[in-house]
């Protein structure tokens, strides 16, 4: 590994994340460096672009050359392909019906899926739809939007039964959604399809918007209380997991006094 190089890069990461200004001694003291060290790496830095200094105060701090280059790598990722590998653990570890699913207006869509290898096994399909207040990815990912009823009745809509244990009345709807921010996943029984439950767990990426959710179907049978619970702490994993790919750190959302399911308070089967 190239030692320069890679202190360069560290140098970068630890400016970006200070989000102040940094002077050569904050440097050399949070890499144990020699003053004339420090102050070599980030004059490198500045001529290379990666940096810019202040001529008032001396101090540094990262070039926007990182967020151009951020914003084209964010565009060319498939999310998807980034997280199927995700996915695919997930499946293999509970053997369940795994999904990912984004929001679009009132309704989710599944863009993956495994299907379940088991007898019994809940059915769906990508670019099938579903309506997001019936369905746990769904309820994950509007959860994570931190909607008050009000701005739900308006992205929502009517809420239409489509079993008898269908969630129907706004406020009850609201209380559901502040229980999974709470606990950190959502959970649908039966209120899609009869015999169908779920789980869903959001995905964040670097800037702490939930763009995807981890969806899990699985058959009424297999989903006793402490069943749930053990499959919702694998896709809890799971969500997490995807959301590191994505470039999420939660200590930084949670140092800022949020939690680590709702980073920025912003969009959550």
């Given at each position: 590994?190239?030692?320069?190089?890679?202190?360069?890069?560290?140098?970068?990461?630890?400016?970006?994340r200070?989000?102040?200004?940094?002077r050569?001694?904050?440097?050399?003291q949070a890499?144990?460096m020699?003053?004339?060290?420090?102050?070599r790496?980030?004059q490198?830095?500045v001529e290379?672009?990666?940096?810019?200094?202040?001529?008032g105060t001396?101090?540094?701090r990262?070039?926007?050359k990182?967020f151009?280059?951020?914003?084209?790598?964010?565009e060319?990722?498939?999310v998807?392909?980034?997280?199927?590998p995700?996915?695919?653990a997930?499946?293999?570890?509970?053997?369940?019906t795994?999904?990912?699913?984004?929001?679009?207006?009132?309704?989710?869509?599944?863009?993956d899926?495994?299907?379940?290898?088991?007898?019994?096994?809940a059915?769906?399909?990508?670019?099938?739809?579903?309506?997001?207040?019936c369905?746990?990815?769904?309820k994950?990912?509007?959860?994570?939007?931190?909607?008050d009823?009000?701005a739900?009745?308006?992205?929502l809509?009517?809420?239409?039964?489509?079993t008898?244990n269908?969630?129907?009345?706004f406020?009850?709807?609201?209380?559901?959604?502040?229980?999974?921010?709470?606990?950190g996943?959502?959970?649908?029984?039966?209120?899609?399809?009869?015999g169908?439950c779920?789980?869903?767990?959001?995905?964040?990426?670097?800037r702490?918007?939930?763009?995807a959710?981890?969806?899990?179907?699985?058959?009424?049978?297999?989903f006793?209380?402490?069943?749930?619970r053990g499959?919702?702490g694998?896709i809890?994993?799971?969500?997490?997991?995807?959301?590191a790919t994505?470039?999420?750190r939660?200590?930084a959302?949670t140092?800022a006094?949020?939690?680590?399911?709702?980073?920025?308070?912003?969009?959550l089967?």
């Amino acid at each position: 590994m190239d030692s320069t190089l890679a202190k360069g890069l560290a140098a970068i990461e630890w400016m970006a994340r200070q989000q102040r200004d940094c002077r050569v001694t904050d440097l050399a003291q949070a890499f144990g460096m020699a003053r004339s060290n420090a102050h070599r790496t980030l004059q490198t830095l500045v001529e290379c672009g990666w940096a810019v200094q202040d001529a008032g105060t001396s101090a540094y701090r990262p070039s926007l050359k990182l967020f151009e280059l951020g914003a084209l790598v964010g565009e060319a990722a498939d999310v998807g392909a980034l997280l199927r590998p995700h996915l695919a653990a997930l499946a293999q570890a509970t053997g369940e019906t795994i999904h990912l699913a984004v929001l679009d207006g009132a309704e989710i869509v599944y863009l993956d899926k495994f299907d379940s290898p088991l007898p019994v096994a809940a059915y769906s399909r990508v670019g099938g739809r579903a309506a997001a207040c019936c369905v746990a990815s769904g309820k994950a990912l509007l959860a994570a939007a931190s909607l008050d009823t009000a701005a739900l009745r308006q992205r929502l809509g009517a809420l239409v039964a489509h079993t008898k244990n269908s969630i129907t009345d706004f406020d009850a709807l609201s209380l559901e959604l502040a229980r999974t921010r709470a606990r950190g996943y959502a959970e649908n029984r039966e209120e899609w399809r009869l015999g169908v439950c779920g789980l869903g767990v959001p995905v964040f990426n670097a800037r702490g918007d939930a763009v995807a959710a981890v969806g899990m179907s699985v058959p009424s049978i297999r989903f006793a209380r402490t069943q749930a619970r053990g499959l919702a702490g694998h896709i809890t994993a799971c969500a997490r997991d995807a959301s590191a790919t994505l470039g999420y750190r939660a200590s930084a959302a949670t140092s800022a006094g949020a939690s680590a399911n709702t980073p920025k308070r912003r969009r959550l089967e």
